[in-house]
């Protein structure tokens, strides 16, 4: 194996969740009496720190309260999230690369309890060395998180690749000073994600030449 270390994105990259997000983000429109979006504008135009993206969504987004938009959203996705599931090719990676002796973590702009609790469900807690997850509910930036528990851990840089499924990921990852694949089949669409020129790839399954 190229690499000693892997740390995972979670949302958009090991779970199926953007069309989800969606739905939520919705039902949080509707309330508001704002107009829908679809799957085609959300890959298009979502961004990490979220509140980015809801700057393109509510209009004069500054008389709104932040906080309510989000906990809407939280309660919708969590009512949905049900549906989601884990990308098949993902699992068996995460598995794969764990039989090969790769020590794998897991960090996300994911609020903690949730991280943890959706990865318990799905079987997949027991393959990371650590689950970093939020402590807010706003997705923030979670770049020096992840510089703290990568160091705490022991994952040197360059031992160490990240895989996400947004630009902000692979911010996350220069700071860490790790090196970084994005696998298009998250929240960024692929082409959003290949103007920046950084490596992205349709499917988990391309990661076997990678690792």
Same mark, same amino acid.
């Given at each position: 194996?190229?690499?000693?270390?892997?740390?995972?994105?979670?949302?958009?990259?090991?779970?199926?969740?953007?069309?989800?997000?969606?739905?939520?983000?919705?039902?949080?429109?509707?309330?508001?009496?704002?107009?829908?979006?679809?799957?085609?504008?959300?890959?298009?135009?979502?961004?990490?720190?979220?509140?980015?993206?809801?700057?393109?969504?509510?209009? $004069?987004? =500054?008389?709104? @309260?932040? #906080? !309510?938009? /989000?906990?809407?959203?939280?309660?919708?996705?969590?009512? &949905?999230?049900?549906?989601?599931?884990?990308?098949?090719?993902?699992?068996?990676?995460?598995?794969?690369?764990?039989?090969?002796?790769?020590?794998?973590?897991?960090?996300?702009?994911?609020?903690?309890?949730?991280?943890?609790?959706?990865?318990?469900?799905?079987?997949?807690?027991?393959?990371?060395?650590?689950?970093?997850?939020?402590? $807010?509910? =706003?997705?923030? @930036?979670? #770049? !020096?998180? /992840?510089?703290?528990?990568?160091?705490?851990?022991?994952? &040197?840089?360059?031992?160490?690749?990240?895989?996400?499924?947004?630009?902000?990921?692979?911010?996350?990852?220069?700071?860490?000073?790790?090196?970084?694949?994005?696998?298009?089949?998250?929240?960024?669409?692929?082409?959003?994600?290949?103007?920046?020129?950084?490596?992205?790839?349709?499917?988990?399954?391309?990661?076997?030449?990678?690792?």
């Amino acid at each position: 194996m190229k690499y000693k270390n892997i740390i995972w994105d979670y949302n958009g990259t090991i779970i199926d969740d953007a069309q989800l997000a969606v739905d939520a983000e919705n039902i949080v429109l509707n309330s508001y009496g704002l107009p829908k979006i679809d799957i085609d504008f959300y890959l298009r135009e979502c961004e990490m720190p979220i509140v980015n993206f809801y700057r393109k969504i509510f209009p $004069d987004f =500054d008389s709104y @309260d932040f #906080s !309510e938009i /989000a906990k809407r959203f939280l309660h919708n996705y969590d009512k &949905l999230f049900p549906a989601a599931g884990v990308f098949p090719e993902v699992k068996k990676m995460i598995k794969k690369l764990s039989r090969s002796g790769v020590r794998q973590g897991v960090i996300s702009g994911f609020e903690s309890s949730r991280l943890k609790s959706s990865l318990r469900g799905f079987g997949l807690d027991g393959y990371f060395e650590f689950m970093s997850g939020s402590d $807010d509910i =706003d997705c923030g @930036d979670k #770049s !020096e998180r /992840a510089v703290a528990v990568c160091r705490k851990n022991g994952f &040197l840089p360059g031992e160490t690749l990240f895989i996400g499924d947004m630009y902000h990921d692979f911010e996350t990852a220069q700071k860490v000073g790790a090196d970084c694949v994005l696998i298009a089949k998250g929240h960024q669409g692929a082409d959003v994600l290949k103007k920046y020129g950084i490596t992205v790839l349709n499917s988990a399954d391309e990661l076997l030449c990678r690792v």
